[in-house]
């Protein structure tokens, strides 16, 4: 297993695909092209990456009560996630921005 970039994978996977599938076609090819950009990235680029712009979000947890993060996929689609280990889990994608942040 590669160890050295941003793993994608997620138990969370019938809500991101959900979200994912739902999305107009250009939308979901930037979601890919955003997923392919975080799969070789180290974890303190994407921490520094201006343009993902990592952030805990304070009013949710994880699955296991870990903290979640949202990320910018594209200026109107947010994503949520946590970390676990090596792995980025998505746990949804929002095609509305202010929607990551219940």
């Known amino acids: 297993m590669r160890r050295r970039g941003a793993n994608i994978a997620g138990s969370e996977q ?3 695909q959900a979200d994912w599938f739902a999305l107009e076609r250009d939308e979901a ?3 890919l092209a955003a997923l392919k950009k975080l799969h070789k990235m180290e974890w303190e680029q994407l921490y520094r990456d201006r343009g993902l712009h990592w952030e805990a979000i304070l009013s949710r947890r994880g699955p296991a009560g870990q903290r979640i993060y949202s990320l910018r996929i594209t200026l109107r689609i947010r994503a949520a996630a946590y970390r676990e280990g ?3 889990r998505l ?5 509305d921005h202010d929607s990551a942040y219940p």
Request: glycine share 0%; net charge neutral; hydrophobic share 50%.
């Open 14 to 16: 019938s809500r991101v």
């Open 86 to 88: 090596d792995y980025l």
């Open 91 to 95: 746990l949804s994608i929002h095609p």
């Open 29 to 31: 090819l930037a979601v």
